[in-house]
């Protein structure tokens, strides 16, 4: 079946440093990915995409490349904040029969200290 | 516009109980999906539905069900409450089947079973 597999946690860092997140996964055919980042008490929010191999999709710093040789898509910022203190999911769409369900990591739990 | 709305935001139940959650997909998108969020688990699917049809349905027992109204608002019901189903309840929502598109999530409700 599909699956997704995140790097260990917790990460903490200081602020301005780099921030690496792994992620690879195990799909048949070709998956669209996705990173979502989660705040304290609130629902999943969509942060980047990718829906084809060597896609890089990015937002507010945040970049990631869909590397199919490899089944990865590692989650990268040069300079993180305090701000960027949250939970982190790789996620992955396998379409076909599976429209509709995301297939989630275990989550990464960041800290960002000043 | 406004974004994925779940209503109650929290509940407290008794086990043998049933409950319904309730899920507003961003207006224009026709699919929504269910996941359960525990801390042991993590995010797992629960079903999915498109234009009233449940297309894809998770691993979890027939006390979860779900449904999908004509204007894509949706309902999951989970009767004889356990304790094991306290957890975040969250619902995506997206514009159509691709898996091209992202899906935006809800703030989630939160169940506790007691």
């Known amino acids: 079946g599909n699956s997704v597999t995140q790097m260990e946690g917790p990460v903490t860092l200081s602020e301005e440093a780099f921030l690496t997140i792994n992620c690879t996964y195990t799909?048949?055919?070709?998956?669209?990915l996705f990173w979502y980042v989660q705040y304290p008490g609130e629902g999943l929010q969509l942060l980047l995409k990718?829906?084809?191999?060597?896609d890089k999709g990015s937002n507010k710093g945040f970049e990631a490349t869909y590397r199919k040789e490899t089944t990865s898509f590692h989650l990268e910022k040069g300079s993180v904040q305090v701000s960027d203190s949250a939970v982190y999911f790789c996620?992955?769409?396998?379409?076909?029969?599976?429209?509709?369900?995301?297939?989630f990591g275990q989550g990464t739990i960041l800290t960002v200290h000043p | 516009k406004a974004g994925v709305t779940q209503t109650p935001r929290y509940l407290i139940k008794t086990r043998g109980q049933q409950v319904t959650l309730s899920c507003s997909p961003i207006?224009?998108?026709?699919?929504v999906s269910w996941y359960q969020q525990t801390p042991g688990q993590g995010l797992q699917f629960l079903f999915e539905y498109f234009s009233e049809t449940q297309r894809n349905k998770g691993n979890f027992p027939g006390r979860f069900s779900g449904r999908q109204f004509s204007n894509s608002r949706s309902e999951m019901n989970v009767s004889t409450l356990e304790l094991g189903d306290s957890a975040l309840y969250l619902c995506?929502?997206?514009?159509?089947?691709?898996?091209?598109?992202?899906?935006?999530f809800g703030s989630g409700t939160r169940l506790t079973v007691v």
């Open positions: 799909a048949t055919g070709y998956p669209s």
């Open positions: 995506a929502s997206s514009l159509s089947l691709s898996t091209n598109y992202g899906y935006t």
């Open positions: 207006s224009g998108h026709r699919s």
């Open positions: 996620a992955l769409n396998a379409g076909g029969t599976s429209y509709g369900k995301l297939t």
């Open positions: 990718a829906t084809k191999a060597d």
